[in-house]
């Protein structure tokens, strides 16, 4: 009988170590501190980027570009919805670069301090996306207001949430989502799942799904742009390469993968 | 008692240094939470319809949680005790899983199990129109899946554990084997009952993972008290501590109750 005393306070153990590590863990994902032992006036050593998720893909390719003309230069990516990276860094965490999917949450950065200036340096525009296989047809924005289609959208705090909710508004649609997600990515894999029936999210992330999902285009007199704004952080221990990174982001050779992954020019 | 007399004395100290700062790792987390609490909004943060809500969800969808654990993972819990079975290792072995496994990851394998493309999910559908994803049934199958272990492996240690002479007595005393199991077995066991019951309902209050990737997040439909947090976050930082001080509570709550209550009993019985 006995022996059962330890096994139940272990359990116990684990039960809070699990409720914590699982939120823990999401909210501290991927940004390991950045390096920046290196000298402050040459573009070398460690950076680390905080950027909005609808950048993965696109950023990943400038990182690796921008790693290839700058020797020695390391760039390690840390990808979230923009405003938990927003409350990430105005608490301190080991930011060098931040790129916002939007000006309010890249304007919370730049008033706590974190940042002085900010450009803009990509314009992304909202889109349809539905399963590969649909369950429901959905060939319109007008759709999303019919009962028994599954839209998933992003929270309201989030950028894709926001201007999911003002396409909603600018159109005089009541639409009920079934989910709000946490970032876009997380509304593309309900619609890659084929759980949801339609999800809001960015003609970037369309693109980037490829064949796993049908988009369904928005007319432009209806949609809604979202600039994308980008500072280094004030903080930064390697303020020379964050800077560097910031100006290929803007240069020609930045900006021409970005219009790949469908972004337009500011 | 005995242990208590060896204990008494001092550690070394190169023993009391790491034990210290490991005791200091486990509670500085905790007590910043409390000293970051916004104590003026508190109540009306903890108030707001949106925390009442969520905290309604969180409360109703562990208990269903529980309630789905109790009528499934005690027989299964007996069965892995008493009974005899080609696999019987294998299946203690499956009921030890969703312990260790990330709850996220729980989440995507319920998704892919009784998500609308499911597996199953896919004949629930068209069978008989029930889809899990997104709905409170939904909150509550993640949370049992988290959850219920902890109660199975609770009861099976007591039931093991249990002196089988008394429930022989019982039989031999012309009691059927309903009646032995109701009114010897389960009165023997109920401390631990108790005990797995808690434990199970605490977890499953405390689940995020699972019931993020596999109900989503809506406000009083799936957004229970963790992932009000976590999106509080994102909007208003502290009125995620507030909320994060409920769960701190409860969790408190549930270790004292298994502390000073049932575990004590049990250990008597």
Known sequence: MRRTLPLVAVLAALALTSCGSSSGAATTSGSPASGGSSASSATTGAITVFAASSLKESFTAIGAAFEAVNPGTTVTFNFGASSTLATQITQKAPADVFASASQKTMDTVTTAGAATSSAVFAVNTMEIATPATPTVPVTSLADLAKPGVKVVICQKDVPCGAAAQQLFTQNNLTVTPVSEEVDVKAVLSKVVLGEADAGIVYVTDVKAAGAKVIGVAIPKDQNVTTKYPIAPITSSTNAATAKAFVDYVLSPAGQQVLAAAGFTSP | ?269
């Open chain 2, 1 to 269: 008692m005995t242990r208590r007399d060896r204990s008494s004395a001092a550690p070394p100290w190169p023993v009391a240094l790491p034990a210290a700062l490991a005791l200091l790792f486990l509670g500085l987390p905790l007590l910043a939470l409390i000293l970051k609490a916004p104590w003026g909004r508190l109540w009306s943060i903890l108030t707001s319809a949106t925390s009442l809500q969520a905290l309604r969800l969180s409360l109703e969808t562990a208990s269903a949680a529980t309630v789905l654990a109790f009528l499934v993972g005690v027989p299964l819990a007996w069965v892995l005790a008493r009974a005899d079975f080609p696999g019987r290792r294998l299946a203690r072995a499956l009921v030890t899983v969703p312990l260790v496994l990330p709850p996220v990851v729980g989440g995507i394998a319920l998704l892919l199990a009784f998500g609308r493309r499911g597996i199953v999910g896919q004949y629930l559908d068209s069978c008989c129109g029930i889809t899990l994803p997104f709905t409170t049934a939904g909150v509550v199958v993640a949370e049992a899946f988290v959850a219920m272990p902890f109660l199975v492996i609770t009861v099976e240690g007591a039931l093991r554990g249990l002196d089988t002479r008394f429930e022989d007595a019982a039989a031999t005393l012309g009691a059927s084997r309903l009646g032995v199991f109701r009114r010897v077995t389960l009165p023997l066991i109920l401390p631990s009952l108790a005990a797995g019951g808690v434990l199970t309902f605490a977890r499953a209050l405390g689940e995020f993972g699972a019931t993020i990737t596999f109900a989503g997040n809506l406000p009083g439909v799936t957004q229970t008290l963790p992932l009000a947090v976590y999106v509080g976050l994102e909007g208003d930082p502290s009125e995620a501590v507030a909320l994060s001080l409920v769960l701190l509570a409860v969790s408190v709550i549930v270790l004292v109750a298994l502390r000073d209550k049932w575990l004590r009993t049990g250990a008597a019985s």
